[in-house]
């Protein structure tokens, strides 16, 4: 019997592993995701949204959109280890996906936001980021572009419409428009079974026998999906030691306790979704890990204490790879103009 | 009678402006630009040059494609006095617009490149905008996207088919798409006489009575379209000593000069397109004035030693303000994906 690692948190949370894990039992991603009650979705609010997603004069000097580092032109992510804000400062967790990011019950790595909107109020106020001073800024900033103020007031139906959460209920009712559908895995759930090959089947067994799928549960592989918004589904990550854990920097970042401050939180992480995950590379918190295959042999055995073989590894990534949807068309955005000045022309 | 100022050119060369001025008539943009014998236009080059326009994996840490300084969702540029490139660097000169480039018979504010392909090849390679060490770094990269290599096979027919002459074939392709119609001024000189304002046709009147269309003739207001490829439409700039010389530190950068080291073309500049200008602000080419109105101001002053008044400047504004066309809808290209690994992931 080889020798088990050091297990790095309590065997009752290893435990409750699984009991997540009987209840797992495939999904095909529904068609709509949830959308908060006090802001529906409405397609001129979409528009807006995009235009907001794209408009790099949400950064201070007119050099970073939301796209720029969740590029819906491709994975959704800038495929960086970090992103690089603007003054070119690198940010210190890599960027999640954008897609299906809207069935997720917290959002940023650590869970501090609760939906889509409180996420969007993020990025344009951190100063390493897209770095505007205030709310405040940003609004005044949005006034002064008269398409916007006219789609502010259209969509919300207000006078003083451009305020900063109106910022944030757009661009959040454009992001839960970029949901991907129709992977080989959704087809297969739904009835196709030529939809996976029999390698990617292969890596199913692996995925699910090796108890990957008592967190990565649910339609997003990102575990249930009915919790409450804003409560997210968190593991410790690493939870086994391993030469992992070192090489890759596993545990500098605190995770989740950076949040909180609470000790059982230390190293804690909302579970990301496998969905396109092999698009997203590199891969976990700090984007320390360059391949999916190395992503699979890692988390194999800092979370469940599994060295797989190559052959395992694999028929894994196979299987991983068919959760890659089909992403939809988006037409491009035409952004507001201002005329004879520039809103970033003489920023420094 | 009023002081002249310092003339600070040859009074030949003042003459010749008379003598272009003569020519000027009224153009409405041709519909298509000229297209070289050796690139001609398809729907999948320009398909394929949309994505590499887009694909931010042009810049050695996947932060920068052409879009990102010449955004084709506003002004086809990025409205900042000089751009930001890789790590956070400026440049020196004012990103110009890619809308009606194809148009100009050479490229670049000092005309160093003949064409739309040659200028496409500056940009990757510079090491302050997208940072890419060599052509062969960019073909190795674009070389392995599976998407990409079988798209420059299909285009350009054949088995080598990823050059980096190739890459730059496809971006030109796409930026001949890049073309705006329809602005007010266009109508008019079309037929359509309600198409301008009362105002903008008395600025209008200004321009050419003060002159500007010396310089800024033809469909293009860049002077003469009928140039040989690789032949730019040059002039001294500033002409006239002024205050807004110092001002604006308008001789700091010798143009054109640094090109060809012969004392004559000391601080010329290929005459800038005024279509869309309305949209691009800062303006000139150290993007150093910040308005329109300055920059109409600046230009009687320095290029015709005029003093508008402020109505006459106000209608000028109004008058360039028609010259804003329609930009055409652009779908958004879905850049080829890597899967499993990233090509800028672990780029530091």
């Known amino acids: ?49 995009k235009q907001l997603f ?9 050099t970073v959109s939301c796209n720029s580092c969740h590029n819906v032109m491709s994975s959704g992510t800038d495929n960086r280890a970090t992103s690089v804000g603007v003054d070119g400062q690198r940010g210190g967790r890599s960027a999640p996906t954008v897609w299906n990011a809207a069935f997720l019950t917290a959002q940023f790595w ?31 900033r949005l006034s002064s572009i008269p398409g916007y103020v ?25 992001e839960r428009t970029l949901i991907t559908h129709d992977s080989p895995y959704d087809l297969y759930v739904q009835g196709n079974k030529q939809a996976m090959s029999e390698q990617a089947l292969r890596g199913k067994e692996v995925f699910e026998k090796s108890g990957c799928n008592s967190c990565h549960s649910g339609a997003n592989f990102a575990g249930p ?26 545990t500098e970042d605190k995770g989740r306790y950076e949040v909180t401050k609470a000790k059982d939180d230390m190293n804690k992480w909302r579970v990301p979704s496998l969905r396109n995950v092999a ?7 700090n984007g320390s890990v360059a391949t999916l295959d190395e992503a699979v042999r890692v988390m194999a055995k800092t979370q469940l204490d599994k060295e797989l073989s190559d052959q395992q590894v694999a028929d894994t990534v196979v299987f ?6 089909e992403r ?18 003489t920023v420094k």
Chains 1, 2 share one sequence.
């Open 54 to 62: 794209f408009d790099p004069r949400l950064s201070i000097d007119g």
């Open 150 to 174: 006219e789609q502010f007031k259209a969509v919300f139906g207000e006078e003083d419409a451009v305020t900063y959460d109106n910022m944030a209920k757009a661009i959040a009712a454009f």
């Open 1 to 49: 019997m080889k020798k088990r690692s050091k297990l790095l948190l309590s065997s009752a949370a290893a435990l409750l592993f699984v009991g997540i894990s009987n209840a797992y039992a495939d999904e095909a991603l529904p068609k709509v995701p949830p959308e908060p009650a006090d802001n529906p979705t409405t397609a001129a609010k979409v528009e807006l949204g």
């Open 225 to 250: 999906t009915e919790l409450p918004t804003g409560q997210g589904f968190y593991q410790h990550f690493p939870t086994y030691d391993s030469k992992h854990v070192k090489i890759y920097h596993l």
């Open 279 to 285: 698009l997203t590379a590199p891969y976990f918190h």
């Open 320 to 325: 991983l790879e068919s959760l890659t949807g």
């Open 110 to 140: 650590d869970g501090r936001a609760a939906t889509l909107e409180d996420q969007a109020k993020g990025p344009p106020l951190n100063p390493i980021e897209m770095g505007m001073p205030s709310e405040k800024a940003v609004e005044e």
């Open 328 to 345: 939809p068309e988006i037409s491009m955005p035409r952004l507001p103009d201002t005329t004879g000045s520039s809103l970033v022309g």
